[in-house]
T-cell receptor
Framework: SQQGEEDPQALSIQEGENATMNCSYK?????LQWYRQNSGRGLVHLIL?????REKHSGRLRVTLDTSKKSSSLLITASRAADTASYFC?????????????FGKGTLLTVNP | NAGVMQNPRHLVRRRGQEARLRCSPM?????VYWYRQLPEEGLKFMVY????????ESGMPKERFSAEFPKEGPSILRIQQVVRGDSAAYFC???????????????FGPGTRLTVL
């Protein structure tokens, strides 16, 4: 699998439910970031978690990071129809090239009203 | 504070023509990154520039592609003699200090969708 690979590829839930998306990566990282992309639009930065952090919250978002398993999860609580979008994780590797974000293919989240 | 600006938003070119994509970073940001997104794919890093310098172009195809970030004006991604396989969304991002040795969020523009006929 490629660096920053999301799972599942697609997720469909009802409004009010929670949505969990996972991301796996291969190499050592400096940080991991989650982005949202609405259809045909640009990326919106959601949250950044550093390699020495285990959990981070921002509003209805909760991100965890397990560096021993090289994995991260994004939890969106009490989902809304407006959360419908593709969600990407991006890793910044440790070392000199940590500006080079590596993205997965994303999880397409559909929240049905 | 305006976000990262990209223009045009949509660009149509015929095979063999040139494509010029422009990116104006956020105010106060002097580091620019270009990424390409093919259909149904994640973004792929292309190049990292600072004012008048190319820092890392390891993701750029060796031929036909070039990028610059002049002292004045926007960053330009230039694709010469476009082919159908160049059809993609091209995103620009900027950060204030550059992420080498630091953890700076990259802020993305809305992208330019290039279609090659």
């Amino acid at each position: 699998s490629q660096q920053g690979e999301e799972d599942p590829q697609a997720l469909s839930i009802q409004e009010g439910e929670n949505a969990t998306m996972n991301c796996s990566y291969k190499t050592s990282i400096n940080n991991l970031q989650w982005y949202r992309q609405n259809s045909g639009r640009g990326l919106v930065h959601l949250i950044l978690i550093r390699s020495n952090e285990r959990e981070k919250h921002s509003g209805r978002l909760r991100v965890t990071l397990d560096t021993s398993k090289k994995s991260s999860s994004l939890l969106i609580t009490a989902s809304r129809a407006a959360d419908t979008a593709s969600y990407f994780c991006a890793t910044a590797s440790s070392g000199g090239s940590n500006y080079k974000l590596t993205f997965g293919k994303g999880t397409l989240l559909t929240v049905n009203p | 504070n305006a976000g990262v600006m990209q223009n045009p938003r949509h660009l149509v070119r015929r095979r063999g023509q040139e494509a010029r994509l422009r990116c104006s970073p956020m105010k106060g940001h002097s580091h620019v990154y270009w990424y390409r997104q093919l259909p149904e794919e994640g973004l792929k890093f292309m190049v990292y520039l600072q004012k008048e310098n190319i820092i890392d172009e390891s993701g750029m195809p060796k031929e036909r592609f070039s990028a610059e970030f002049p002292k004045e004006g926007p960053s330009i991604l230039r694709i010469q003699q476009v082919v159908r396989g160049d059809s993609a969304a091209y995103f620009c991002a900027s950060s204030p200090r550059g992420s080498r040795g630091a953890t700076d969020t990259q802020y993305f523009g809305p992208g330019t969708r290039l279609t090659v006929l």
